[in-house]
């Protein structure tokens, strides 16, 4: 498995001869090479996770490609092959195998309204929570995708998930909001959370993949 750290939460996972996206949001540039594109992972409804806008440059490689995601979502996306997924849903999208975890999007305000949010983990290899510190109970994760910096995110909370998830390796993403310093301090303490139970932390920058 290849995985590909692309701007924000955006992921891109090789696997199988297959291609899965994961949350292409308004911070993603580019995305190329989609002929062998499965599947697209949307994991709950904000912008910077997905836009139509995005959906759109997707579907000019891939017209066909299903869309799995939170009934909000799916209600907003018009013509498509979408899929409405919830916790403890398993399936196939193609060759890659997906469970969900989670429910909700961790609090940003007692004022903001709270969203469903799904974390997906893939071939029982790679977990991304989105955007909660929902932990896949029963899992042994190989590889997490650590949100790192957000309106709703303390830092020590994301190491408390972290050193709960227990991963053997682990990687910053969901961290546009940060500037240079902060980015480099919040992955400082989530490699310092990884290492304690033995795990590699691996700093991608966009457009660096990982290989499993």
């Known amino acids: ?85 919830a916790p403890g849903d398993e399936l196939a999208a193609g060759p890659f195998s997906l469970r969900f975890f989670g429910g909700r999007h961790e609090q940003i305000h007692s004022s903001i309204p709270a969203v469903d949010n799904v974390g997906v983990l893939v071939d029982d290899l790679l977990y991304y929570p989105g955007d909660s510190y929902a932990v896949p109970e029963g899992v042994e994760v190989d590889v997490l995708a650590i949100p790192t910096g957000a309106p709703w995110l303390r830092l020590g909370d994301a190491m408390d998930f972290t050193l709960a998830v227990k991963p053997r390796h682990a990687f910053g993403t969901h961290d546009m909001t ?18 304690q139970h033995g795990g590699e932390f691996h700093v991608l920058d966009p457009g660096e993949s990982l290989d499993i």
């Open 178 to 195: 940060l500037s240079v310093t902060g980015r480099n301090m919040h992955l400082s303490r989530l490699k310092w959370a990884t290492e």
């Open 1 to 85: 498995m290849r995985i590909t750290k692309h701007e924000h939460a955006a992921l891109r996972v090789d696997a199988h001869g297959a291609t899965l996206i994961i949350d292409p949001g308004s911070f993603l540039t580019v995305l190329a090479d989609l002929h062998a594109l499965a599947a697209i992972v949307i994991t709950h409804e904000h912008a910077d996770h997905w836009t139509p806008e995005q959906l759109d440059r997707i579907f000019d490689a891939a017209p066909s490609v299903p869309i799995f995601t939170t009934a909000a979502v799916a209600a907003a996306i018009q013509d498509r092959d979408v899929t409405v997924v």
